[in-house]
């Protein structure tokens, strides 16, 4: 049975504020050093979009009571923005293989709204090719973000040289049956298709009364067809964001959106976010489909009106759906003092938009 959402799910750590605030200086840093670099503010993580799509989110019917919750609760159609991008903090040449990311803004969302987010009238979900996070909790995740703060500024070539060896490794330990989160995360991800990739919260949300965790997962056969799919990168620096191009200009594509119930605390932590929750004791269900036509994935009005304009946040929601877990708390201070960072060095004012 799931389980129903209590306060008592979330544990905060008497240092939280301290390690979160440790976490949003490296952050900044990073954006810093890229801003000073490039002239031209970037986000601190997930720098580097590869598409920008317009689509619609489309809310099934006859869902049962535990899934029709939140935005869920009614079949409806809701205008969506989704940005595919890589997770580092510096825009890297594609030859460099990274995790990749998703995040998914649907709009005109009404209900009682998170704190900060009062006045919006938008639902995001921030995703990444992962069913869990790399790091548990935030001062693990706060340890890390030191290490990346220090390298953002290593020469490109050496990273290059870098993920092929760590591609290598990953290659090896795929082999003989295994994953590595940690090799992946550091440049030895497979040189694949972005538009092939599913995508999960890996944190948990609340679900209206319940709780879960959130996954987008393409459904049209075209995209199906690109799991696993190699592209070459050599010589192609935006490798990912011409193969996203060229697929949105011929043809659209389907992803479902689904849902994780958590129906064991045991197995199924909400502080520790680097655990994966067992799908053999709770599967994903879809609960609605995005649905995004032919269109140019990438160009300058898209640029200054998604990547430059908009910021994506698990916090920019309803009350629903509140972020849940050290991560998901850490997440909001940090990336609001990203978008004021980029908003204020760009003279272009981030905003969420009331309508597609």
């Known amino acids: 049975m799931p389980v129903r959402y209590d306060p008592s799910l979330e544990q905060v750590q008497p240092d939280e504020?301290?390690?979160?605030?440790?976490?949003?200086?490296?952050?900044?840093?990073?954006?810093?050093?890229?801003?000073?670099?490039?002239?031209?503010?970037?986000?601190?993580?997930?720098?580097?979009?590869?598409?920008?799509?317009?689509?619609?989110?489309?809310?099934?019917?006859?869902?049962?009571?535990?899934?029709?919750?939140?935005?869920?609760?009614?079949?409806?159609?809701?205008?969506?923005?989704?940005?595919?991008?890589?997770?580092?903090?510096?825009?890297?040449?594609?030859?460099?293989?990274?995790?990749?990311?998703?995040?998914?803004?649907?709009?005109?969302?009404?209900?009682?709204?998170?704190?900060?987010?009062?006045?919006?009238?938008?639902?995001?979900?921030?995703?990444?090719?992962?069913?869990?996070?790399?790091?548990?909790?935030?001062?693990?995740f706060a340890g890390s973000l030191k290490l990346l703060a220090r390298t953002t500024d290593t020469p490109q070539g050496l990273k290059k040289m870098v993920s092929t060896v760590l591609r290598g490794a990953e290659a090896v330990v795929e082999t003989f049956g295994g994953e590595s989160a940690m090799l992946k995360s550091m440049g030895g991800h497979p040189s694949t298709h972005i538009l092939g990739e599913t995508f999960w919260s890996q944190v948990p949300l609340r679900h209206g009364d319940y709780v879960a965790k959130y996954s987008v997962a393409p459904l049209s056969p075209a995209l199906l067809a690109l799991k696993d799919a190699k592209v070459e990168t050599g010589g192609r620096p935006d490798a990912l964001r011409e193969e996203v191009k060229a697929f949105f200009r011929e043809q659209g594509g389907e992803w479902e959106l689904r849902v994780q119930l958590l129906t064991n605390r045991e197995t199924m932590p909400v502080e520790d976010a680097s655990v994966p929750w067992p799908e053999e004791e709770s599967p994903y269900i879809a609960v609605a489909r995005i649905i995004v036509p032919?269109?140019?994935?990438?160009?300058?009005?898209?640029?200054?009106?998604?990547?430059?304009?908009?910021?994506?946040?698990?916090?920019?929601?309803?009350?629903?759906?509140?972020?849940?877990?050290?991560?998901?708390?850490?997440?909001?201070?940090?990336?609001?003092?990203?978008?004021?960072?980029?908003?204020?060095?760009?003279?272009?004012?981030?905003?969420?938009?009331?309508?597609?």
């Open 17 to 140: 504020a301290e390690t979160i605030a440790s976490l949003t200086g490296s952050l900044r840093k990073i954006s810093e050093t890229t801003f000073e670099d490039y002239g031209h503010a970037v986000r601190s993580v997930h720098a580097k979009g590869h598409g920008l799509l317009k689509g619609t989110l489309r809310v099934l019917g006859h869902l049962p009571p535990t899934l029709a919750q939140g935005l869920f609760a009614h079949p409806a159609e809701y205008p969506a923005v989704l940005r595919f991008s890589t997770n580092p903090g510096d825009v890297l040449d594609d030859s460099i293989t990274v995790p990749r990311g998703l995040a998914v803004k649907v709009i005109g969302v009404e209900g009682e709204r998170l704190p900060g987010s009062e006045a919006d009238a938008t639902q995001d979900f921030v995703m990444a090719n992962a069913p869990a996070f790399l790091a548990p909790d935030p001062k693990a």
């Open 294 to 356: 032919p269109q140019p994935a990438w160009d300058a009005e898209r640029v200054r009106e998604i990547d430059d304009g908009m910021a994506f946040s698990p916090w920019h929601g309803l009350e629903a759906h509140r972020p849940l877990g050290g991560i998901m708390r850490a997440r909001r201070p940090a990336y609001e003092d990203s978008a004021r960072f980029r908003g204020t060095r760009n003279g272009c004012p981030v905003h969420e938009p009331r309508q597609g």
